[in-house]
């Protein structure tokens, strides 16, 4: 029941709640003196604002919001201003959300019910047409996915809570009810969650002071998702299978072999994919040559069945077309037995050219404390880098990976160790790896060699994947080289992979390759030719390590070879996406290749580095939570390390270290950044002779208790520390 009051010369009746007090309202026309009592009379005002001027009001407000939320020019820039740019978009979706609202709950005429639709529909489209970019600059299509992302389920709560109190008697009493439950469950996961945030592979963050500590209140709300929420909309996260098998091979003498895997195929070609490893700079600009060269100088040749179908040496992937199938077929070419001896320029070599940290020691004269003389042979290395995935993440979306690497913890073949206290230096990749890969934040020196010339320069043999069609050097530090037509993959590379992740139908051979739907850095399964990218990728790293692991005299010449250490690394791009899902899909392939190198022994002489840049720099947990913040400048690095490399490390800093204490359970809990990656890099360069200071500045020597940020040259924009 409710009170009907007649208002006004017109008798325009408004409707009171059940239960109002009538003897406080007094009916009045024009022609008598007004009276309400001041209960009243703000209510009265407030229902007769004309509907059409509250909902341009409105409207208004949100599209200044909104526009002003699409302030940008800069990384710095966002960094700096992401809390005043996630207001703006809250308060964008609040206004339009009051419309929506009143659409259903209040009396609206037919027409401008249809004009409040028009309305809506029409602000969101001009939100998507005045800026849908979707780079720091011009970050309309994040700003839109954002704005809906809150906007859809929260208008669904609110429609779904409006017709519940419509239907129910004391509708408040059972809500209230339910909250008070929800809170307490609420309330109950965040603090197992809170819990689960400090677990490590082994052990977890310790509060131990004086040591950093994360600023703010570390809440992990992200966690309350169920996984897969963030994306469901976008699509499956499996990847359609290609509707023949195809079976193909390439042998020792080069020669393809294929099976459409069904008769009477007519069509079958084979696209032999340019090598890229020996391209200048100029030909690997991302953003504007570098796929369309390796489409432009891929070639496509029939393949006729019964004919030898043989391949260039320098051939490493080709795509082998059924029809409408396709599948990416690589080897390792030429084989690393049959590898020139390779010398460095005289103008480049990095055991000359570059000042030396600090005096050297050769681990020989530790023999006498250590007695481990027998076990110094050169370690191999592989550093998997896969971008934007903070340690909370790695642990969220990789699980499977997680507890394969909890069980490489093997006392006597190899041990595993993780830094809970990793900080980037940087927003983005460009900073983090240019620490990691040439020592440096900022790109100040001239023609900066990767870390992987380094390796080469000292008898490894280098090999590098790229899954997102780019190159590192070219992007990151290419601006610091004086010739453009410098190969710095020639130079430093004796194998590299990167053609088949520039095909079109996974990376766009037109527009923007950061799109949201496809490519490299889309929040939809990245899938090419009926499987996952990174599988295709995970193929050629298996191949790799079979072939630098192949010894023996069945050699062409009939000698024996000795094995030379490898150092491989790779960077996979499957964190580096708005709503942190598509990582998931990596897992599975990753942990069977943790998996199978610690089954096949390889890690009692290899050096396994697993790690990011940086955690995730966009969607809603890094745009409005504190939590988000602390997980972007803490990404996840583990590395497992053979068991004679660990006991040296230890004897060594007990011998020779300022602090007596086991440099891997100090470092686990001390302040480090990529740059102590970078050290670990050049020690392991350079083993068994190594610089003492690069030592001391590297994962194996135990860092100052109680660093800073100034000291670890993290700068105070991007610290996270008190």
Known sequence: MSTTVYVGKSNDAISLPMGTDVEHVRIFDSTSSPYVTKQWRRYIAIHYIPKPILIIVL????????????????????????????????VSVLSLTAITVMLYASRMRKGTRQGTILLIASICVAMYIYDHGERFEHHGFYNILVFLAIYVPLNFVIAIFYTLWCKIDN?????AVAVA?????????????????????????????????????????????????QNFWAGSSYCKSESLIISASISADGILAVDCGKHGIKDIYVDILPETRMWPLQYKDMWHTYNHLVLKKTIRLPYISGTPFVLDSKTQAVVVRCGSSSKIVT?????????????????????????????????????????????????????????????????????????????????????????????????????????????????????PLPIWAYYRDRGYVTARVETGCDDWTKEYVGRNFDNKHFSVGNRSLDYELTSPFCMPEYFPDTGNPFGNFKGPYSMTARCLYGRYVHEWAFDYLTQL??????????????????????????????????TGEVLNTLDGALSAFIESMRDSGELEDTVLMIGADHGLHMGLNFAFLQNGRIEHQNPFMAMSIP????????????????????????????????LETHYTFRVLADWPQFDVESWRRSLFAAQRAG????????????????
């Open 59 to 90: 409207a208004i407000v949100s599209i200044l919001s909104y526009l002003s939320s699409l302030q940008g020019g800069s990384l710095v820039y966002i960094n700096e201003h992401l809390s005043i740019i996630g207001l703006e978009l809250v």
């Open 171 to 175: 509708f408040l009493a059972y809500f």
């Open 181 to 229: 439950v929800g809170g307490v469950s609420t309330g109950m996961a965040l603090v197992h969650y809170r819990r689960v945030f400090d677990i490590g592979l082994l052990g977890k963050f310790e509060n131990i002071p004086g040591e950093c500590h994360w600023v703010g209140r570390n809440i992990p709300y992200v966690d309350l998702l169920p996984a897969g929420t």
């Open 331 to 447: 080897r390792v070419s030429p084989p690393y037995r049959n590898l020139p001896e390779y010398i460095p320029p005289s103008d480049s070599d990095t055991r000359t050219s570059q000042p030396s940290l600090g005096t050297t020691v050769t681990p020989a004269a530790f023999d006498a404390v250590a007695g481990l003389q027998a076990e110094f042979k050169r370690p191999n290395v592989i550093f998997l880098m896969i971008d934007a995935v903070s340690r909370r993440q790695f642990f969220r979306r990789l699980p499977k990976s997680a507890n394969i690497m909890r069980t490489l913890e093997r006392p006597g073949n190899h041990r595993i160790f993780e830094l809970f206290r990793y900080h980037s230096v940087g927003f983005s990749t460009d900073n983090n790896t240019r620490a990691m890969y040439t020592g440096d934040i900022l790109p100040v020196r001239r023609n």
């Open 545 to 578: 390590r079979r072939e630098f692991r192949s010894v023996g005299s069945d050699h062409a010449d009939g000698q024996s070879h000795s094995r030379k250490p490898y150092m491989i690394s790779a960077t996979f791009l499957e964190g580096h996406e708005g």
């Open 643 to 674: 068991e004679w490399l660990h006991r040296f490390a230890e004897e060594y800093q007990n011998e020779y270290g300022a602090e007596k204490t086991s440099p891997f359970e100090a470092n686990a809990q001390r302040l480090t950044t990529p």
């Open 707 to 722: 660093r800073t940020c100034s000291e670890a040259q993290i700068g105070a924009n991007f610290c996270m520390c008190k």
